[in-house]
């Protein structure tokens, strides 16, 4: 059986202002949202906004770096979903799961489940969160070492981006810049990209999520030690100063 409760306006309405929440970093008001939730969709017999709910908590989790607790939780909300027989309710469980094994460094762990992950959002005819998963994937590439590999992707990350008119995906592409460049020792172009990214997500008023903001991290303390900290702060103020279509020589399609 499946869910009617996945599209109630309750539900949309939920998903929407913790997600939002989440993104915000704003950690205490995910958590009161979320055990609430999972209070009243338990009592409900709910289980899109069980999965929703426990799903926020394994991002919180993922967050303050307890990838343990973040797998745990997003195999719990999993196997609501499970239970549930609403295929749609397993997409973001599997997410998680599949951003704790790349965070961990299990990354032909990871590979699989972005793989799974992208052939059931195509099955459900989400192309933005198809979209989201090719980014990911292309993390476990460049972690794996196989560049070319990861440079394509990334590179059709981009194309999807400008052509469908994702500009809340725009951060996410000065992640996957940042990260690229620096796996490649280009640190001048990695602290640009980081300047880029940081001002992105600060115009939409947003942090990275757990996975990309390790990326990030990772780049940024690579680079002040190869430029040095005045270096970096003018490639950084630099960065901040372009807007999307400039940083990547692309267009808006959409």
């Known amino acids: 059986m499946s869910s009617p409760?996945?599209?109630?306006?309750?539900?949309?309405?939920?998903?929407?202002?913790?997600?939002?929440?989440?993104?915000?970093?704003?950690?205490?008001?995910?958590?009161?949202m979320a055990e609430a939730e999972v209070a009243r969709a338990r009592a409900a017999g709910d289980p899109a906004?069980?999965?929703?709910?426990?799903?926020?908590?394994?991002?919180?989790?993922l967050r303050a770096g307890d990838l343990s607790r973040g797998g745990e939780l997003a195999a719990a909300a999993l196997e609501v979903a499970l239970r549930s027989g609403d295929r749609r309710l397993e997409d973001r469980p599997r997410?998680?799961?599949?951003?704790?094994?790349?965070?961990?460094?299990?990354?032909?762990?990871?590979?699989?489940?972005?793989?799974?992950?992208?052939a059931l959002n195509e099955e459900l005819g989400k192309p933005?969160?198809?979209?989201?998963?090719?980014h990911n994937l292309a993390f476990t590439e460049l972690h794996l070492g196989n560049l070319d590999r990861a440079r394509e992707l990334f590179a059709e990350g981009r194309v999807r981006v400008f052509r469908e008119g994702y500009r809340s995906?725009?951060?996410?592409?000065?992640?996957?810049?940042?990260?690229?460049?620096?796996?490649?020792?280009?640190h001048a172009r990695a602290a640009t990209m980081?300047?880029?990214?940081?001002?992105?997500f600060a115009a939409l008023h947003q942090v990275p999520d757990p996975d990309d903001a390790e990326e990030l991290a990772t780049a940024r303390t690579a680079a002040i030690s190869a430029l040095g900290p005045d270096t970096f702060d003018a490639a950084h103020a630099a960065g901040a100063a372009l807007d999307?279509?400039?940083?990547?020589?692309?267009t808006w399609r959409n």
């Open 5 to 32: 409760s996945r599209f109630t306006a309750h539900g949309i309405r939920f998903a929407e202002e913790i997600r939002g929440a989440f993104r915000s970093g704003d950690g205490d008001a995910v958590l009161r």
């Open 49 to 61: 906004g069980e999965v929703e709910a426990i799903y926020a908590m394994s991002r919180l989790a």
């Open 95 to 118: 997410h998680v799961l599949a951003a704790v094994a790349r965070m961990s460094g299990e990354y032909l762990m990871a590979r699989e489940l972005y793989l799974a992950s992208i």
């Open 128 to 134: 933005e969160t198809v979209n989201s998963e090719y």
């Open 169 to 186: 995906f725009v951060p996410y592409l000065g992640v996957a810049a940042t990260a690229l460049a620096a796996a490649e020792g280009d």
């Open 194 to 200: 980081i300047g880029f990214t940081d001002a992105a």
């Open 244 to 250: 999307a279509t400039t940083a990547f020589g692309r």
